[in-house]
Every structure is written in structure tokens, then in C-alpha cells.
């Protein structure tokens, strides 16, 4: 059967689609080509580029469900419906509320702000100011007035003069302007939250730039005070200089540790992590201005503070369309540089139970306390958070017992985990039970009960394992970014998440860290394409690349090094004493005494080449020629050997 002239036609077309198609795909890849072999590490689309690789993808707000289950579809609908969650968020709590206390803080703080201001505040200098404005960073969104941070670097010296003379004014009055509390917000989903609800969109404040310097002039004044009169609790890790994440988890297991380790009997600890709902959007205005009374805070300062808190409104943002101005009547201002020390000062009352250690990081709470008798540590537990209950409780924080964890970490491995926490007592909070867990995450390293890390360490490699997945046209073999670009991509977000809290659970035993070991040789691998018969040693002595345990071990000795001149005691303590090599108990610090793993000691063994790029050359042309002789071999039907021995000479 001949083909008719439209079967022709019709094939000819699918042969010319193909071949366009084709074309088309040729010339993109050759446009990204060209870009990732253009592309410089100081060139902001490098950064622009990994981070939206490595970001999910962005989509337009759906539909979003009221409270009374109607749906808003339009921008000017969506931002009502934003707005009025977030208002409801932002409002005091109604919950296990003292009406007593209430009215007793309420009137002392109607009196004192009553009363004229009789201390003095430093006025402000011009110096100060064209400080405050050199500190800036340029690339901040600016608030309701449109005036950025770039603004304010190009101000003239007369206009500073007269910023310099209202700052002044609005200390002596001590006021806070009107037009600088309000706030622009928008909403950024939340990962793994339903898109339709409005509580699963964080807000994101946008002040005025003006504002957030005056707040600058007004927070160095409070945080001279502060300091001088020793305000902060030492248990209190957030929002304080040369105080980390990872130096509360770190003081935590090495506590946990440390009893593990004891003699003749280990001892267990058992521990409470609270989840404190909305914590810095529910503080209470009154309960924070009284607290700076009773502090010895200037009145005048402290009644500056409370015009900074009161009737502050913000209108949410949703695609250009701005909802009506609505009410924030509790709360600490989002975005604001106050609003981490006024926090900070809030809760530094908070108290502290004989035998019972805290740990505070910002909002995250937690309670440990170690026994020989289990049950005895859970009692001595549950007077804790029976105090701590009744603290929040008179100062309106909320917290979820549901969603808190409690765990009791003991040495060995037990053989019925749910029958052991059978038998311990429970931990109850507001008369709720709080459940005994087998992990937990806290400051974003996973517990487990034997602080063994065996999960934490499968988490942070699968999720290295994700990001560099999705940055796999950056690192790849047929990518044309240059090696040294590769390398800096996988130091800057790759290795960063395997290599996070290191100093915690670098003592784990080695099988667990080869497995971020095989993390870092596929990549090497897969950047620069190397064959299986390649050994992983040459590629590290290659790209100069570290091994992980001997990169955990350097952050580890830089880490404890420095531990012993910290301003905290706490820090210091923690990380105050000798490891034992042989030790039953192994604790961070063993890191230092460890032998080198085998990578390293090859990499010693091995002297570099004259010149690295000479070796890397000369070892790819020599794979280059095996490869060619193979396939002269198969195209002749001849054997390798006899290929090899008629082929011409090379090199």
C-alpha cells in the first residue's frame, strides 16, 4: 500500500516539528551554557540562581476560607481575610487569665506613666546618626513612605541636622510619631501548610526607615542600661551577642552526657521542651511596661516605649492591594529592632527552680533535671512546670502542652521503649497530659534517647542529599560553571546543613558520619565527572577538599578553643574538662583526641603534585585513551589485548 501526498506531508511536518524542537533545545542549552560559564560567585544572579534552584516554586494565593467558612477570592478579599487573622493573632490571651493581677498592673501602669518624666536621656548627635546610617543595609524594602535605606546613605548634612533635631524633640516629649507605627505586611507561606487557610502565611512586617533608626537610638540607650544593671538571664541564649543555637544544645547534651558518665551508675535525665504559642506576638503591653518600671528603667524612656507600643496599626498587602488599617493590641512590632530586647526583658523574670536547670533560646523553653531514681526526676520535673505554668499564666503567654514533648534520656539501649515510658510518672500542664516522646527536635538538632544521633544524622543527609538534587544543573558534569565555582555552591549550602550543630553530635561513631562522608564523594563525583575506578582520595587531594570528620573536627577544636573565654559562665562550664580516650561515655569534646580518619591519613601519605591542574590533566587524558582504545576494540570485534597491541603510539 503506497502513501498517499497527505501521509507524506503529514510525516515531512512531524520530521520538521522534531527538528525544530530539537533546535529550540539546542539553543537553550547553549544560553545556559553560556551563563554558567560567564557566571562570577560576586555576581548576585550566582546567589539568585542556587537560591531559587533550591526554593520550591512560587504560586499565587489560593482561595483562602474564613472563619465562617465563606471563601475569599479577590486581592481586596484575600487581604481582609489576612488581616483579620493576623489581628486576632496579635491580641492579648483570654486563657487561664489572673483578673486580680490584671487589674493591679493595669493601674500601676495608668499612675506611673501619669506622673511628669523626671530622669534625662543622652540627646542624640549628629555622629551617632550618620553611625546609625552607615550601619544600614541598603537592600532592606522600605515601609508605608517608600523611603529606603539607599535614601537615607544620600542624605545631605543639613538634612541630618534637622533628622537629628526631631529625634531630639520626640525624646523630649517622649513620644514615638504616629506616621512611623504603622506597617506594610505581606504573607509568605509556610512549607507543608495548607495554602487555604490564613494562619499558614507568615507575616513579614515592613517599617518605616526612619523609624527603625529612631528605634536604634532608642534601643542603645536601653541596652546600655540593660547591661549595667545585668537585666538578661544567663540562661537566655537569643538575641544576644556571641550566643548561638548551637551552644544551648550543646550545653544541654554535654549536661546529658556528663551524667551518663558517671560512676559507679550512670544517671539519667529527664527532660521538658514547651512549645510557647505565638510568644512574641501575645506579649502583653501593660505586663511589659510594668516590668520596666519595676526594672529601674528612666520613666522617660520607658514612657517613649509605651507610645512605641500603643495604637500601632498595619494594613496586610496582598499583589499591590492594601486591606483596611487594623489594630495590633498585643505583641512585640515584627521587623522592629526593639522588639528582640523588649522581648528578651519580658521574659527574664522568668522563674528558676533549685536542681532544675533552664535553657532559653528566644521563645524555645526547656526543663532538665538528672536523678538515679527516674520517678524522683519526673517529680522534681513536674514542680518545675507547675511554677512555670502559674508564671505564664499571671503573664498571659500561652503555651500548647500537645504540642510540648517530654523525654528521659538514659544510657544503653532499651528493650521496650513504650513500656519503659509506661512506668515513668506523667508531666502535666494546665491539667494536660504532655506525652513522653522518642525524639525531639530542639534549636534544629534531633534528640533521640541515647543521644546516639542516629536520626538527626539521617535527616541532615537526606536533606543535603534534596538540595543537592535540586542544584544538580549548577554541580553537574555537563554544566559549564567552572570547578572552582562548583565547590563554592556545595560549601556555601550543601555542606552547611551536614555540618550544622557539628560540635553537638560529632562524637557519634564513624559509620553514622560515613554517611555524610558518601554525601561529599558523590558530589565530587558528580561535579566533575569522574570514573568508578577513580579513588575518592585524589579527588579530595585534588579539589583541596577536607574530609567531613576531619572538617567536624577543625569546627570542633576552633569551637572549644574559644568556649573557655566566653562571656557567659554557662558556656564556659559546659565545655570545662578532659576527655577520656577510652572512655565508656563518649562527649564532644573526645572529637580532639580521636585518631584521624582514613582519608585524612592517605591524603597525608600521598604528596601533591608540582602543580594540581598538571596531575587533574594528565590522569583525564589517560582515562581519555582507555576509553577510546575500548571502543576502537568493540567497533573491530577485536580483543583488548590485541587492539591495544596494534593501536599507533599516544602522547
Not at 521538658?272 to 505586663?287: E, S
Not at 538515679?372 to 519526673?378: T, V
Not at 557567659?568 to 570545662?576: M, T
Request: aromatic share 8%; net charge positive.
Amino acid at each position: 500500500m503506497t502513501a498517499t501526498y497527505a501521509c507524506r506531508t503529514r510525516i515531512r511536518l512531524r520530521e520538521l516539528e522534531r527538528e525544530v524542537k530539537l533546535r529550540i533545545r539546542e539553543v537553550r542549552e547553549q544560553r545556559w551554557d553560556r551563563t554558567l560559564r560567564d557566571i562570577e560567585p560576586t555576581h548576585q544572579a550566582y546567589w539568585k540562581l542556587a537560591r531559587a534552584l533550591k526554593s520550591d516554586t512560587l504560586t499565587v494565593i489560593p482561595a483562602l476560607e474564613r472563619a465562617d467558612n465563606t471563601e475569599a477570592f479577590d486581592d481586596e478579599e484575600k487581604a481582609e481575610c489576612l488581616a483579620q487573622s493576623l489581628e486576632l493573632q496579635c491580641s492579648p490571651t483570654t486563657q487561664n487569665v489572673d483578673q486580680s493581677h490584671l487589674t493591679e498592673v493595669d493601674s500601676e501602669v495608668e499612675r506611673r506613666s501619669s506622673l511628669p518624666a523626671e530622669t534625662t536621656l543622652d540627646p542624640v548627635t549628629v555622629e551617632e546618626v550618620q553611625d546609625l546610617i552607615k550601619s544600614l543595609k541598603p537592600r532592606k524594602a522600605p515601609g508605608t513612605d517608600g523611603i529606603n535605606n539607599r535614601v537615607l546613605k544620600l542624605l545631605p548634612a543639613h538634612l541630618i541636622i534637622i533628622l537629628v533635631s526631631i529625634f531630639n524633640a520626640a525624646i523630649t516629649n517622649c513620644s514615638f510619631p504616629a506616621i512611623w507605627k504603622e506597617a506594610d505586611v505581606i504573607g509568605i507561606h509556610k512549607p507543608g501548610k495548607p495554602a487555604n487557610k490564613p494562619s499558614s502565611y507568615r507575616p513579614i512586617s515592613l517599617l518605616s526607615a526612619l523609624s527603625k533608626l529612631y528605634e536604634r537610638v532608642i534601643l542603645s540607650r536601653l541596652r546600655d542600661f540593660a547591661f549595667s544593671k545585668h537585666l538578661l538571664p544567663d540562661e537566655q541564649f537569643g538575641f544576644r551577642a556571641r550566643h548561638s543555637c548551637v551552644q544551648q544544645v550543646h550545653r544541654i547534651t554535654e549536661h546529658i552526657l556528663s551524667h551518663f558518665a558517671h560512676r559507679p551508675r550512670p544517671i539519667g535525665t529527664a527532660a521538658l521542651f514547651l512549645d510557647v504559642a505565638k510568644a512574641f506576638d501575645k506579649v502583653w503591653h501593660n505586663g511589659l511596661i510594668y516590668k520596666l518600671y519595676q526594672f529601674g528603667v528612666p520613666d522617660r524612656l520607658v514612657l517613649i516605649l509605651r507610645d512605641f507600643l500603643l495604637d500601632r496599626s498595619f494594613r496586610f498587602r496582598v499583589e499591590g492591594t492594601r486591606s483596611s488599617p487594623h489594630p495590633l493590641t498585643a505583641g512585640v512590632p515584627q521587623g522592629s529592632a526593639l522588639s528582640p530586647l523588649l522581648f528578651t526583658l519580658y521574659t527574664s523574670d522568668i522563674p528558676k527552680t533549685p536542681d532544675v536547670e533552664l535553657a532559653l533560646f528566644a521563645d524555645d523553653t526547656a526543663l532538665y533535671t538528672s536523678d538515679q531514681n527516674r520517678q524522683m526526676a519526673c517529680v522534681r520535673l513536674q514542680a518545675a512546670v507547675t511554677e512555670l505554668g502559674e508564671w505564664f499564666r499571671k503573664w498571659r503567654i500561652e503555651v500548647n502542652p500537645e504540642k510540648s514533648a517530654a523525654m528521659f534520656f538514659s544510657p544503653g539501649t532499651l528493650r521496650s521503649p513504650k513500656r519503659a515510658c509506661l512506668r515513668l510518672k506523667t508531666i502535666s500542664l494546665y491539667e494536660q497530659q504532655i506525652p513522653w516522646e522518642k525524639y525531639t527536635k530542639y534549636l534544629g538538632v534531633t534528640l533521640d534517647r541515647n543521644l546516639r544521633f542516629n536520626e538527626h544524622i539521617t535527616i541532615i543527609r537526606n536533606r543535603a542529599r534534596f538540595v543537592m538534587g535540586r542544584l544538580a544543573p549548577m554541580i553537574d558534569k555537563r554544566s559549564k560553571m567552572s570547578l572552582r565555582h562548583k565547590l563554592t555552591l556545595y560549601k556555601t549550602c550543601i555542606r552547611p546543613i551536614m555540618t550544622y550543630a557539628s560540635v553537638v553530635f560529632g562524637h557519634a561513631k564513624p559509620a553514622l558520619l560515613d554517611k555524610l562522608q558518601i554525601v561529599q564523594n558523590k558530589f565530587m563525583r558528580r561535579a566533575v565527572g569522574a570514573p568508578l575506578y577513580m579513588r575518592n582520595v585524589d579527588l579530595h587531594r585534588d579539589l583541596e577538599l577536607p574530609s567531613i570528620k576531619n572538617y567536624i573536627t577543625s569546627l570542633s577544636r576552633k569551637y572549644f578553643d574559644l568556649a573557655p573565654h566566653h562571656r557567659n559562665p554557662l558556656v564556659v562550664s559546659a565545655s570545662d574538662y578532659k576527655p577520656r580516650r577510652k572512655a565508656l561515655v563518649r562527649r564532644p569534646r573526645n572529637v580532639l583526641t580521636d585518631r584521624v580518619d582514613v582519608i585524612t591519613k592517605r591524603l597525608a601519605r600521598i604528596s601533591p603534585p608540582a602543580v594540581r591542574t598538571a596531575g587533574w590533566q594528565a590522569r583525564t587524558d589517560r582515562h581519555r585513551r582507555r576509553r577510546l582504545r575500548r571502543r576502537q576494540s568493540r567497533s573491530l570485534h577485536v580483543p583488548a589485548r590485541d587492539a591495544r597491541r596494534h593501536s599507533p603510539p599516544t602522547g
